[in-house]
């Protein structure tokens, strides 16, 4: 079993739509969250960071940690096509820094016009 | 601009062949960091490095090598010990704040390595 996992997609959806992508993980020393987005052939770039549970938004993405049940979401409101992207989650235990970063697989998400 | 220039964006390597791929960054961070990326995989780190001339091995090390000579490269040679190297593979960096913590990684645009 992986230590997280997240569907591969691909996820199609229509413009305007509310996103949900998610990931769930087994380690529960995990405290560290992040959400990255990755347009195609390209490196991905950080959207959202949150420590412990909770919620944290940034404009028209929320994301969400539920430690009780190992699972993070990211929501995207009023979705666009230009948010068409491959979209990673990781995570890491306290202890430790980048090189104890563990990515799931990517989910790819297309927005449909 | 400021940022991390990887190249050559894509790149074919012969059976027995060695082949180095660059990274350079002018963010001024400490630690870099080489990652592959397969399809249906995470992202898979293969060398760090969080200070000039140190530099330890990932969760993938065999068959390739890297240097850190100078703060802004971080090369990886991909040798031809490595049986399975298609792959896209992403260079990143960070600040170091501190253990246990966890800065913005910046990657950047990757190489697409092909075995012909």
């Known amino acids: 079993q992986k230590e997280v996992e997240q569907d591969p997609g691909p996820l199609s959806v229509p413009e305007g739509a509310i996103v949900s992508l998610n990931c769930t993980y087994s380690?529960?020393?995990?405290?560290?969250f992040m959400w990255y987005r990755q347009y195609s052939r390209k490196g991905p770039e950080l959207l959202m960071y949150?420590?412990?549970?909770g919620n944290k938004e940034d404009g028209r993405f929320t994301a969400q940690v539920d430690k009780s049940s190992k699972y993070i979401s990211l929501f995207i409101r009023d979705s666009q096509p230009s948010d068409s992207a491959t979209y990673l989650c990781?995570?890491?235990?306290?202890?430790?820094?980048?090189?104890?970063?563990?990515f799931g697989t990517g989910t790819r998400l297309t927005i449909i016009p | 601009d400021g940022g991390i220039t990887q190249s050559p964006k894509y790149l074919f390597r012969k059976e027995g062949q060695n082949v180095t791929l660059s990274c350079e960054q002018n963010?001024?961070?400490?630690?870099m960091y080489w990652y592959r990326q397969d399809p249906g995989q995470g992202l898979r780190l293969i060398y760090y490095?969080?200070?000039?001339?140190?530099?330890q091995k990932g969760d993938i090390a065999e068959g390739y090598s890297v240097s850190r000579e100078k703060k802004e490269s971080f090369p990886l040679t991909v040798t031809s010990a490595q049986k399975n190297p298609t792959a896209f593979y992403l260079c990143?960096?960070?600040?170091?704040?501190?253990?246990?913590?966890?800065?913005?990684?910046?990657f950047g645009s990757g190489t697409q390595l092909s075995v012909l």
């Open positions: 490095s969080q200070i000039v001339n140190d530099f």
């Open positions: 990781a995570m890491s235990a306290s202890t430790f820094g980048n090189e104890k970063l563990t």
């Open positions: 990143a960096s960070s600040i170091v704040r501190g253990r246990g913590t966890n800065e913005k990684l910046f």
């Open positions: 949150t420590y412990s549970s």
């Open positions: 380690n529960s020393a995990f405290q560290y």
């Open positions: 963010l001024n961070h400490d630690a």
